[in-house]
């Protein structure tokens, strides 16, 4: 018997929407009043605002409007996941990072969830990476010569309209903000169960 095979890879799956700019300045101008109107919570964010978590039917911050084109954004990201077909969909919960010059997010993973993602409302060229911790290959001196370039982790520069999805226990962070201006994201999380096709 030949087992020659890679095992324990993991994805990341994204999207730019390519009619954002019909929708950034009404969203960045909503996100961007939220800090100083509403209280926020502290979980992975060094400095800047994070809202509550809200669900799909609750458009509390953003509006119907807005909150419908975010989520139909979402929902073309999803659609490409490379899971099997009978796999449905449920959106747990969204909330809303605002963060401002010189703030970041420490490493962290969503518990709870099998897929988590973010999608980016205003990304100022310097204002941080998502970075990916790969834990099973942190201590590994092999990979470098599997793959040719360094695995221990992933670092991503994303784009405003993009949605990038990943699995929910790989533990990542977000660099500092270096820019002058605010990073804006609104972030996910995704329950994911057999036998169905819907996604809600
Ligand atoms: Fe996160």
């Known amino acids: 018997m030949i087992l020659n095979r890679h095992v324990f890879e993991t994805f990341l799956n994204s999207k730019v929407d390519p009619d954002y700019d019909k929708f950034s300045d009404k969203l960045i101008k909503l996100c961007e009043e939220l800090p100083s109107k509403e209280s926020g919570v502290n979980y992975s964010n060094a400095g800047g605002w994070q809202s509550e978590p809200f669900n799909w039917d609750h458009p509390k911050y953003l509006g119907p409007e807005m909150f419908s084109y975010v989520q139909n954004s979402i929902i073309e990201c999803v659609r490409d996941l490379p899971v099997k077909q009978n796999v449905g969909a449920l959106f747990k919960n969204f909330w809303i990072n605002v963060n401002p010059p010189g703030t970041y997010n420490t490493t962290h993973i969503h518990p709870g969830a099998q897929l988590s993602g973010i999608f980016y409302v205003k990304v100022p060229d310097n204002s941080g990476n998502l ?31 993009q949605t990038i999805i990943f699995n929910s226990h790989l533990p990542h962070s977000v ?26």
Not at 175 to 200: G, K, P, Y
């Open 131 to 161: 970075v990916f911790e790969n834990t099973l290959e942190q201590h590994n001196p092999l990979s470098q010569f599997l793959y040719g370039v360094p695995t221990e982790t992933a670092s991503v520069t994303p784009t405003a309209g």
């Open 175 to 200: 660099e500092l903000n270096m820019s002058n201006e605010n990073r804006i994201s609104i972030a996910f999380n995704i329950l994911l169960s057999v036998n169905s096709n819907e996604v809600t």
